[in-house]
T-cell receptor, first 110, second 116 residues
Framework: NAGVTQTPKFRVLKTGQSMTLLCAQDMNHEYMYWYRQDPGMGLRLIHYSVGEGTTAKGEVPDGYNVSRLKKQNFLLGLESAAPSQTSVYFC?????????FGPGTRLTVL | AQSVTQLGSHVSVSEGALVLLRCNYSSSVPPYLFWYVQYPNQGLQLLLKYTSAATLVKGINGFEAEFKKSETSFHLTKPSAHMSDAAEYFCAVASYSGGGADGLTFGKGTHLIIQP
């Protein structure tokens, strides 16, 4: 039982490049989430999904897109990366009142 | 709208001393409240949660928190600090609209430093 996994662990992009972050969970959870963590800001919700084929905006959705084609996967896309998107990205999944977090992806945009 | 305020971005205590990390929340509905811990270069681990049952909640690693509605507080305590408690601690409040949380609203975190 791997829990929540994230791919890749680290990535460096140039401004304007695109990339996709993958989150996978093996706990059969309906709900999945993407957060970003910035120094002194805590974690902020980017997008979330309440089930396969659904997505919804969180607090800071601009510049990101998401897809939930399969229940166990939740993808976060950056179409045109900007330096302001330099951050640590955490995926989480949950059922009921508790969320379980992945190890994070550290993204640097130059 | 919900919000969480953690008082003190850094808290330093001596090993063996009481740990007290403060959290105040704002919520228009009865809140679900959480404390998470983050060790360096790792993800978040759930310490404990309040979900409208007992107001004194016990968690892992000897931590506990008390929900006080009149003070809109959910402070985290541990009677005796250990060096391994050094980490970042986050308080969070959840919003719901069905079978699960629509997301967590986090405080900005408190970095706990343990002095030997």
């Amino acid at each position: 039982n791997a829990g929540v996994t994230q791919t890749p662990k680290f990535r460096v992009l140039k401004t304007g490049q695109s990339m996709t972050l993958l989150c996978a969970q093996d706990m059969n959870h309906e709900y999945m989430y993407w957060y970003r963590q910035d120094p002194g800001m805590g974690l902020r919700l980017i997008h979330y999904s309440v089930g396969e084929g659904t997505t919804a905006k969180g607090e800071v959705p601009d510049g990101y897109n998401v897809s939930r084609l399969k229940k166990q996967n939740f993808l976060l896309g950056l179409e045109s990366a900007a330096p302001s998107q330099t951050s640590v990205y955490f995926c989480a999944s949950g059922s009921g009142d508790t969320q379980y977090f992945g190890p994070g992806t550290r993204l640097t945009v130059l | 709208a919900q919000s969480v305020t953690q008082l003190g971005s850094h808290v330093s205590v001596s090993e063996g001393a009481l740990v007290l990390l403060r959290c105040n929340y704002s919520s228009s509905v009865p809140p679900y409240l959480f404390w998470y811990v983050q060790y360096p270069n790792q993800g978040l681990q759930l310490l404990l949660k309040y979900t409208s049952a007992a107001t004194l909640v016990k968690g892992i690693n000897g931590f506990e928190a008390e929900f006080k509605k009149s003070e809109t507080s959910f402070h985290l305590t541990k009677p005796s600090a250990h060096m391994s408690d050094a980490a970042e601690y986050f308080c969070a409040v959840a919003s719901y609209s069905g079978g699960g949380a629509d997301g967590l609203t986090f405080g900005k975190g408190t970095h706990l430093i343990i002095q030997p």
